[in-house]
Structure formats: structure tokens, C-alpha cells
């Protein structure tokens, strides 16, 4: 029998006790021995749960759990960066396997916490910190193992494609479609980490050291969220033959690493402008295996539930069996991540401007004096003294772009540059 | 150092020496040992090769190195099954362990090459097996190992679901597209396995195998190529919104295993009806994780080589840190596949009819006689004197469609049934 103890009996939590239970039979035949849970951490011992347990499994007090000589696996799903990176910590040197679903602690600890693992012969799994019940974090470790990846895209968190599905499904605004994913339980009370990228920003650093065998410092990666989004660039884009995602991008080059998060434009016809609602997808580039998609729901109760208890499953049968999964993450060098000025790409552009001659050849001629180039332009007429004009660019350094915006800000034709999101022809 | 002895140097073995190659310090790196291609088997060793090899690596004697102490992985990659099993079960006996691409193999003799290479201490792997390079093999021994898989639908031949593309997309014959698909090597000069469905048969057999972890006999598998599908059926089809894909399928059900490979009606709506040409696709349900989708190239050098090389350095790895992977299969247990009489789906009828008063309700009698209720019927007004009919059954028992359709065979009326083909509803 193997012992495991939980940290955390949230949303992920409870889906792990759940699955435990229900394919307990199916698990014990997998794994070669009965998984029992030991102890589960939780903030209040008196508040009404929908699970029932035995007298003494849930405790108020993490060391019960992480100094316990009788726990195997150590399963942490408190979530956020402390205390959990402590207890991950604290365990893995009492000796402890740890399964964890915290992307935050992997992307910003991973190096440390992996390093630790190592002095202490333990695994680190955490399959559950990215995409949900998707499979992506073995397959880059073993299936995919023999690729030099190039790219990887990924539309990696749920309320923000949950929202920017209803808002081009439905013509609503931004804080419309929030309202609905709160009401919905798709949106956190607190969605900062979502609707402003931060949340995917970890999953893409987590994809990208497996990919690229790189650390990166997670501060350094770009970051945009989609609370600029307007139903109207949705409409446009739409008209274009795009689709806004919010998309997580990790390319290799000769210059470092181009890692960053940010709304674009995709193209209608591309797989990803498929994936809908709060489902997940991976989309990556080897360069044996050409281009793999993969995508599932990417958060709740089962999806996770699902990847972490497969985890707990796989470090129990490596116990059980006397093994031992050898990652060699200490050959994984530091890398730096790419200044996002130096990153060319093709631009939307809206603006708002006095509807008078010359106002588009005052624009044309910065942009030209710039060196960018359009790949197209769109003015629609309007009984208004303001127009909207829309442009897509060609590839153009962000630098170069930005330089010329500035210049455009300041002509006094223009009332305001109401957006600019990035355009993914080549994906 | 590991050395590796490569049985076969065809499509595949070329592909794989090309990434150990390529790929060869990055290889080093992850696996935590050089690793060198002691042998390769080749038919004959004057042919011209766009490959160079050192002298004394190609040999025509397969014993050279079955039976070569200083050889730790045998890659089997000649496909078909004899010597292709003899060569692997022989391999294991001496201690090696075993990377194969060979569905055909592991589909027939999986449970009695699993015994053996537990007996003897070693791995036997086979991502390559299924779905070119795409990952499934590994996800569902680890990644997805918490969840019961309820049902499996693939789309896991290649060349046929290129024909079907071509056939859909231009409006074209079987014959033509399968002449097009041999032309650009999409296709065998023989493709009986392929466009026959004992290709696919073997490749859900095996995942079969390992999401319900139940051996079954690959002979009881129902299996219907894509050769009777004319240009008229893609029309219908389109018409009625759907798309037609050779699916391999598999369900778990109290009366068995539901595993059979026909060409089918998928909603065109269905993320599987969006994979063309090449592309391979599994789509699966586990009772944690929800759907997952994932799909890529399903065939050729290098994305079977990324599985084959990918599966290289996994047992590269093992060996070199002194481990191995349990997976317990002698845990799965034996299981029959329900007769294909006893399913039940919906079915696209096509029949050819004389334009005569009276035929429709002499056919609709005898589908009300056998419970056949009907969720459809197009006839087109045609000035001739034979028009076609098309029907879509609601959920209805094989046998006793089977049975009606005898009925209707028999009529004075009916010229002939063109065409019987499943509705896939409910994926």
C-alpha cells in the first residue's frame, strides 16, 4: 500500500479524491498496489464539504503531512507561490515524491525544485500544471523525445477562449462575456491571472523548458491580456478572415527564446480558430514529426483531476516497482528570452480619425518613412466626422512599428489608436 | 555507450537512422549516453542506398544481430509477420530490448511478446505502431492511466483518408484517387491493407488494448475498406451534412468489446471530419479527462521515425540509469468482441429503384415489419426510368437492418442496393 497526502481540497482537489475513489479497482490493477489517502490539508476543518471522510484524514496542518514518515507522495493543489513552494520543498527533502498541478511554482521554481528532486532521488510530476487533463507534458518527455521542437502555439487557458468564443459568437463586449464565465463558474471572483495572460504566461514557459530544454525566467516573457479585446476588432477580424485568440507562443532561434502571450489574429482556416469555449489545445512543430495538435478541456474538477491522478499513479508504480523516471533536467541550459521589440511580426492597427483629405496620405507617409509596409487597408464610410481605419501590416519589427504609431499618435488628424493586435499568418 | 541494431532499412529505417543522425547530440544529451547503430538488416547488400554506412554495418544476416551480444536495443522495423515475430521473440530471449513499429505484430502477438519480455527483464515498445508520430501509445499508459476510456474513434490510415479527401474535395472516383495517391506515394503498389482496413484494424486493436486493457483476437475485429465508396455517396453525404472517414472504432460495453473499422457518416461539423488528406486523428473519451483529440501525420519516414527514435532513447535512458518501465500487462485480461450483428447504428441506404407508383410504400412496409424506423428518405426526381433512393435509418440492430434489406433485395421494384454505410451520430 502506498500513502498519499493532499495539499489543498479546492476545485482540483476534490476531483482527485473523487477519481480515487471511483477507478479504485482499475488503479490498484495498474499500479500493483492499493493507493490509500493518508491526509488531506485544509484551511477549516468545520466547513461543510460535499465529501465525506474518515475521522483524522483532513488536518489543518501541513506538516502532518509533509514530515510524515508514513506518506509516500505528497500531492500539492493549494496553488499560488507560497506557501506551496515551501511544502514542495520541505517534502521533497524529507523524501517525498511530489505530484503537483501548480504552474506558477514550476515556471518560476522549476530549476530549484527539479535540482532538489535529484539530491533527494525523487520525481517531480506535474502534468497537471498545463492544459488541463491533456496530454503534453510526458509526450514532450518520451513520445516526442527524438524532435528538435521549432514552435509551439498553444491556446492554453480556458476563461479566456471561453470569453473571446461568446464575445465573436454572441457580438457581446468584453465585460459581458466576464460577467457570463463568472456566472458560469469558467471565471475566477478574481480573473486577473487569466484575463491578463499571466496564467498562460506560466503553462508557455513550463511547454517551452521541456521543449527547448531552457530555463527562462518567467518575468522576462512577454505578456498581454485580452481586456482590450472590442467586439469590433472581432468583427473586423472576422471580416478579414481571422479569429482573435489568445494565443501562447515559444519559438527557438539563433537569438534566444521568443516566448510571449498576447491576443492575434488567426486565420479562420487554421485548426486553432476551431478550438472553442473553455477547451485547450497544443499546437507544436518537430522537426521529425512535423506539426501535432492536441487539444482537451483545459481546467476543472475531472480534466485536472485526470492528470494529476495519472501522475500519482505512474511515480506510485515507480515506487511500487523499485524505479525511477530519470528527466535530466540538469542538462537543461539558462536561456534568455527575446526583447519583444526585436520580434517581427504583421499587425492590426485600428484607428479613429477625422474624416478629411489627406488624413490617409499623412499616415501612409510614416509608415513608408518607417519601413512598414501594408498588406492592407480598410475605411468604411460613416455620416460621422470620425472614421475607424484598419490596416494589417506586413512583417515588421515591433520597434519599427512602435516608432511610427508614435508618430501617428501625434498627428492631429487622428483621434486615437483605439487597438493594435498581432497578426499569426504563419503559424 | 548503447548499441543499437536496426532490422530493416526501408521507408521507415531510413527515416530513423537519418534522426539519430541529425538529431545526435541533442539525443546524447537526454538520454545520458552516446548511442551507435551497431547493425543494420538490409535484403540486399549491393543495393544503391541514399544513405552511406560505415563497412561491416549492413549485414544480410539477421543473426548478426539477434544474436549480437554487444547489441542492447533491436529495432524492428521490417514490418509483416514472419520473420518480423520470430526476429523479436528470439531478440528477447537474449536480453534485448525491442523498439517496433510492427501494428501488424503487436495487434496479433501482443500478449505472448509482453510475456516474454517480462519474463526476460526487458521492454518492448511500439508508439511507432500507431498513428505515425503522433503521441498515444505513451499518453495512454501514463498521461490518461487515471481515466476509464469509454470509446476510442480514429482515423488511422493514411492512404485512405487521402483518397477519401481526394475523392470528397475533387469530386473524383475511388480508382482515380487511389491511382493519385499511388502516384505520390501515399500508397503501396499493393494497398490491400490499407484501403481493405486491416491496416487500421490492427492499429485500434492495439489501442484498444491499451485503453480497456483487454487482449482481443484481431480476427474478431469487423473490418469494411473504403472500396465500394463511390463519388455519388461523398455527394449524398455532403448534401445531408456529413463527411464519410474510414473510422476505426472502439467501445467498452458489459457485453464486450465494440471494435470494428468501416467507413462511416461523420457530422461535417465534427472535429474528426475536419482531418484531410494524410493527417491521422485518435478522438477518445475518459470518464476524468472528457474528450481528447489529437491528431498528425500518420505515416511516413520521419514522423514514424520521431515514435521509433522517440521510443529509443526512452529505453536508452532506462538502461542507461539502470530502470525499467513496468506496465503490468499481464494484468490485462482476455475479452471478446461483440458480434457486429448486435450493434446498433444508424445507416445511409442507397438504392436504385424503378420510378414505378407504390415502390416507396412497399419498401417502407417492410422497414416498419423489422422495426426499421427511418430518419430520412431523398428521392430525386430523375427522367428516367430508374431513380436512386436514399434513406437514413434511425438506431437500428445490424441484423435486423440485415434482414429487411433482404427483403427489399427481393422486391420486383428495386434494381439493386448501390450502397449501406454507418451513421455516426453520436461520436
Redesign the interface.
Known sequence: MLKIGILGLGTVGS?VVK?LE??EE??K????AKLKIEKILVNNLNKKRELNFAQGILTNDAAEIIDNPEIDIVVELIGGEYPAYDYIIKAIENGKNIVTANKLVIAKHGKVIFKKADENNVQVCY?GSVA????????LQ???????IKKIYGILNGTTNYILTDMSKKNKEFADSLAQAQKFGFAEADPASDIEGADAAYKITILSLLAF?RFVDVNSVYVEGITNIASEDIKLAAEMGYIIKLLAIAKNSDQGLDIRVHPAFVPQDH?LA?INGTYNCVYLH????????????GAGQ??T??????D???VS?DIN?N????Q?ID?FLDSQVVDINEIENSFYLRLEVYDQPGVMAHIAKIFGDNNVSLASVLQKQKDNPIVPLVFITHQVKEKDLNKSLKAIESLKDVVKINNIIRVENNI
Chains 1, 2 share one sequence.
Do not use: W
Request: overall charge positive.
Open positions: 476531483g477519481i471511483k477507478n482499475n488503479i490493477n495498474k499500479v500493483g502534468e488541463g487533463g491533456l496530454p503534453i507534458i510526458r509526450p518520451n513520445s516526442l523525445a527524438a524532435n528538435k530544454e485548426p476551431m518537430g522537426d521529425a514529426v512535423g506539426q501535432v495538435m492536441s487539444t482537451a478541456r475531472m480534466p483531476g485526470s492528470a494529476v491522478v495519472s500519482i499513479m505512474q508504480k516497482f524505479q525511477r523516471e530519470v535530466r542538462k
